[in-house]
């Protein structure tokens, strides 16, 4: 089992930054990729950006390229998620997703909102 709790969400104005927090714990020495996702008012989840655990590859999704940053401490078990120059089209709940094994298995976090003004 792994656990992810999420935190940094908050309401910011537009073109702020936050940085998201997603701490693992438990069975980590099993996780492969962390990612995180968002979910908007009335939409589906969608991927936002990931990390490969062990590598520290990093990818993202295009219409988030150049404003998010997804980072790793690897000692702190701790994926962050720099977001710059918030849009109010970022507002949504953002989750935390981890990947372990073999075999494969999905983790999730409980999600922490982040809210932006116009």
């Known amino acids: 089992q792994v656990q992810l709790v999420e935190s940094g969400g908050g309401l910011v104005q537009a073109g702020g930054s936050l940085r998201l927090s997603c701490a693992a714990s438990g069975r980590t020495s099993t996780v492969l990729t962390m990612d995180w996702y968002r979910q908007a008012p009335g939409k589906e989840r969608e991927f936002v950006a990931g990390?490969?655990?062990?590598?520290?590859?990093?990818y993202y999704a295009d219409s988030v390229k150049g404003r998010f940053a997804i980072s790793r401490d690897y000692v702190k078990n701790t994926v962050y998620l720099q977001i710059l120059s918030l849009k109010p089209d970022d507002t949504a709940i953002y989750y935390c997703?981890?990947?372990?094994?073999?075999?494969?298995?999905?983790?999730w976090g409980q999600g922490t909102q982040v809210t932006v003004s116009s």
């Open positions: 997703h981890a990947r372990a094994g073999p075999p494969a298995y999905d983790y």
């Open positions: 990390i490969n655990w062990s590598g520290g590859n990093t």
